[in-house]
Nanobody, 127 residues
Framework: QLQLVESGGGLVQPGGSLRLSCAAS???????????IGWFRQAPGKEREGVSC????????KYADSVKGRFTISKDNANNTAYLQMNSLKPEDTGVYYC?????????????????WGQGTQVTVSS
């Protein structure tokens, strides 16, 4: 069973930055070599939306239009950790952010493509 744990969320002022981490454990060493990673978020009262995804071999990366140019997804297969660097944060970026692992990164991103999910980390952008 692949387990994912997000960290790095918090309260930040508009224009600030955060880096979310998604640490994977379980299965074999370097499990993330074999998985695509997706980042999703859910704001209060809204449906979950896909933010970004990266393919297993890191050759395919996609972003939602709302975060393009501000967020960067990456995956360190050797350390079994994925990241979401978030810059120029806006209040509308507020929400619970989830990482997920699956065998496919396609766009529009589909939650059903990802079989393993973390518990989420809260990001609040407010002055």
């Amino acid at each position: 069973q692949l387990q994912l744990v997000e960290s790095g969320g918090g309260l930040v002022q508009p224009g600030g930055s955060l880096r979310l981490s998604c640490a994977a454990s379980g299965f074999t060493l370097n499990s993330l070599n074999y998985y695509a990673i997706g980042w999703f978020r859910q704001a209060p009262g809204k449906e979950r939306e896909g933010v970004s995804c990266i393919s297993a071999n890191v050759g395919y990366i996609k972003y939602a239009d709302s975060v393009k140019g501000r967020f960067t997804i990456s995956k360190d297969n050797a350390n079994n950790t994925a990241y979401l660097q978030m810059n120029s944060l806006k209040p509308e970026d507020t929400g619970v952010y989830y990482c997920a692992a699956g065998h496919r990164c396609r766009w529009p991103i589909i939650g059903a493509d990802f079989g393993f999910w973390g518990q989420g980390t809260q990001v609040t952008v407010s002055s």
